[in-house]
């Protein structure tokens, strides 16, 4: 009887895995047709009639490493999302311990003002902030890159860090302010660790909202000096070569790997965190 029931159980988990298997592969088929074709030669990609068996090829990654100054535009992507992350937290986690611990007139419309700049359609402040980040001398560089990014995604980072401190029991801080506690050990000792999750939450899906801003990076960055991949995505035609597939195709991958490595990596995290302010408002 045990032997049947250790039986059903190996097959019942080889199924799961099959399926979870099949449909990982079906996630992934996009990207690694992107893959595939940027590892492909040219005149294989253009070509009308249908190629069952492709030729590959390192000629795009030779291309977009020695042509273009690839490691420029992934040094200022870095750059410009891991300091806009930062900065976005540093002022964000003090907001929304303020806008969730401290009753005061007008909290709940400083929150809601935070929240509504989201709202807000980018192409009505562009302008602005162009002639902004022109007379401060910040323009074509990572530091404006930075500041537009942190600016952009701080009032969600507020709200979501908001919503995850709201869970943390009142108890634990009157226990603290017992012992002489005061409100930045507090903030630091207990309430920081206890939302760990749900700050690295924040963190990873403000890095893809960061990835992803293209008209704020391309009116900021007008000279390739300060270029971060999706503005180097639109510039690479090729001049009088055209569209270059097989290098757009692989600067993309190149571009998709490193958010897909850290959501695997702290996957544990992020699940935890994106429940974990669920049920607050």
Request: charged share 15%; proline share 5%; glycine share 6%.
């Amino acid at each position: 009887m045990a032997s049947v029931r250790r039986k059903r159980r190996g097959e019942s988990l080889t199924l799961r895995y099959a399926i979870l298997g099949a449909w990982a592969l079906f996630c992934l088929m996009p990207v690694l047709w992107f893959l595939s074709i940027g590892l492909r030669p040219r005149t294989e990609i253009i070509t009308p009639q249908p190629i069952y068996w492709p030729t590959f090829s390192l000629d795009a990654w030779h291309m977009i490493w020695e042509d273009w100054p690839m490691a420029k535009y992934l040094r200022n992507s870095v750059l410009a999302i891991i300091g806009s992350v930062l900065i976005d937290l540093v002022l964000a986690i003090p907001a929304a311990y303020s806008l969730s611990r401290y009753t005061y007139r007008g909290r709940d419309d400083i929150g809601f003002y935070i929240l509504s700049t989201r709202m807000m359609a980018p192409a009505i402040v562009a302008i602005p902030i162009f002639f902004l980040f022109r007379n401060a001398g910040l323009l074509d560089s990572v530091w404006a890159l930075m500041l537009i990014y942190a600016a952009i995604n701080l009032s969600f980072v507020t709200w979501i860090i908001r919503s995850y401190m709201m869970d943390i029991p009142k108890e634990l801080e009157d226990a603290a302010r017992t012992d002489g506690a005061g409100d930045l050990r507090i903030l630091w000792e207990i309430i920081i660790p206890a939302i760990l999750p749900g700050i690295i939450t924040a963190s990873v899906i403000a890095m893809i909202f960061a990835i992803n801003e293209f008209l704020f990076t391309l009116l900021i960055a007008s000279t390739p000096d300060a270029y971060t991949m999706s503005v180097a995505l639109a510039n690479f035609t090729g001049g009088s070569d055209g569209l270059i597939y097989n290098a757009i195709a692989l600067v993309a991958f190149l571009a998709f790997v490193p958010v897909f490595l850290v959501v695997v990596l702290i996957q544990k995290h992020l699940s935890r965190g994106l429940t974990m302010g669920a049920v607050k408002g």
